[in-house]
């Protein structure tokens, strides 16, 4: 495990957790839900960025180390996307952008097709392109071949918590992509980024699970914990499910009666 790391966009990171600024009752615990967590990687709303100077600026709260993942929450388009990235990079918050192109407003389901476009543009601007995606593989590919980062497959809805409803699709992008694959929104326990982790995705993304805990900087360090764990079981070769039981040790040499 010493070396293995995750490499995004050239840059070599030792944590697969990235994380989110949303929801938080207090956004001042962010430091300490960064600590807790060991996470790289952070998200930022583009539109929760103030830039004027007020004390309500979420930016004051995340430590200059962070990789900022700005994201282009509220575009309807890959236009919108487009533009609030560019608009992210002028501000300097650097050329990492996560594309969320959402016109659903009941599931928030992301426009693949969209998102396909606002990627293409962005990859050839320069960015660093990792786009939340529904898991489609025939939508993973064309986005690798027109220059994501990484792919960041739904596990469920945002905000809901309920786990990797996703888990089949999901597999099969873990299987065929060659770019990094973030399993990205639903992921409600820890449990089901381990789960994540062992069935070989690259890293998860978890906002609201840690935001609305009850201890958030605990929960950070959960995730850390079972990223950590899922990770370790699936370099060391989950075993095989079988149907019918097998005796775990011999059956040979009873006591004879
Ligand atoms: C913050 C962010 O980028 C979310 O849109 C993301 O998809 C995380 O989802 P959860 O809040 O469900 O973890």
Not at 58 to 79: F, V, Y
Not at 109 to 126: F, H, M, R, S
Not at 194 to 218: F, K, Q, R, S, Y
Not at 228 to 249: I, M
Request: glycine share 8%; proline share 5%.
């Amino acid at each position: 495990m010493a070396r293995d790391l995750l490499t995004i966009g050239g840059v070599e990171l030792k944590s697969r957790l990235l994380i989110g600024t949303g929801k938080f009752n207090d956004d001042s615990i962010i430091p300490e839900v960064i600590n807790s967590s060991e996470s790289q990687v952070i998200t930022v709303a583009m539109r929760r960025v103030d830039f004027t100077t007020s004390q309500e600026n979420i930016m004051k709260h995340i430590p200059k180390d962070m990789i900022l993942l700005p994201n282009t929450s509220g575009a309807r388009t890959a236009e919108e996307a487009v533009r609030i990235a560019r608009l992210a990079r002028a501000a300097g918050m650097g050329n990492w952008i996560k594309i969320e192109v959402i016109s659903d407003q009941k599931y928030l389901l992301p426009d693949n097709y969209e998102t396909i476009k606002a990627t293409e543009v962005l990859a050839n601007e320069g960015f660093i392109v990792l786009p939340y995606m529904s898991p489609d593989l025939m939508v993973a590919k064309k986005l690798e071949e027109v220059g994501a980062a990484a792919v960041m497959p739904l596990g469920a809805p945002i905000g809901t918590n309920r786990g990797l409803k996703t888990k089949e699709l999901i597999q099969i992008l873990i299987d065929e992509c060659k770019k990094p694959v973030i399993v990205d929104a639903g992921i409600g326990k820890p449990s089901q980024a381990c789960e994540a982790m062992e069935l070989g995705a690259d890293a998860v993304l978890v906002n609201t699970a840690i935001a609305t805990a009850g201890d958030p900087v605990a929960m950070g360090e959960a995730f850390k914990s079972a990223v950590h764990s899922g990770r370790l079981a699936y370099l060391s070769g989950v075993g095989g499910v079988t149907t019918h039981a097998r005796a775990s040790s011999p059956l040979t040499g009873f006591l004879q009666m």
